[in-house]
């Protein structure tokens, strides 16, 4: 029944030239950015692995020890291998293993950068206080969680 409707809708749309829904431009570009943004951080979590694992920027804790201590709980890795928490890995980029969290934090931080360029923006212009409201409430709630304020974050 449900591939019928479908089928009807997408007819009806080929035929009227008009769209199924009717979605504001400020959520299209939103979601264009998180697509294209995905793809980006993807691509960056993927050069910086090869260059860590291939030896071109040497890691902290080189791969190959990495296996040797996975039955290790987070805190007992962090003591045996000497690694930073929280956002000091930001001070260890010159290591293969810490510039893989570039990647990482640009997927994490995506939605916020999104959401700060595209619909706080628009919802304001737009005198849309609900919307508003909810857009701010949830950037400064990853801001927050990502902060490591409340202790959320980190190892």
Known sequence: MANSQLAKQQVNTAVT???LMNVPAEQVAYAKMINYGQWLGLAV???TFLLY??????????PSEIAQNWHLS?????EVTGSPT???????????NFLSL????????LTIIAYLIFLVP???????IAFFTIAITEVIVLVVAASGILGSAGH
């Not at 694992?53 to 080189?62: D, L, R, W």
């Not at 987070?74 to 962090?78: D, K, P, R, S, T």
């Not at 929280?86 to 010159?94: A, D, I, V, Y």
């Not at 570039?102 to 931080?109: E, R």
């Open 17 to 19: 030239n008009q769209p």
């Open 45 to 47: 979590l993927v050069v």
């Open 53 to 62: 694992v291939t030896g071109m920027v040497p890691g902290m804790v080189h």
């Open 74 to 78: 987070a805190h007992e890795y962090l």
């Open 86 to 96: 929280g956002w000091e890995w930001l001070g260890m980029l010159n290591y293969g």
């Open 102 to 109: 570039l990647g990482v934090a640009w997927l994490g931080g």
């Open 122 to 128: 628009a919802y304001l212009k737009q005198k849309d």
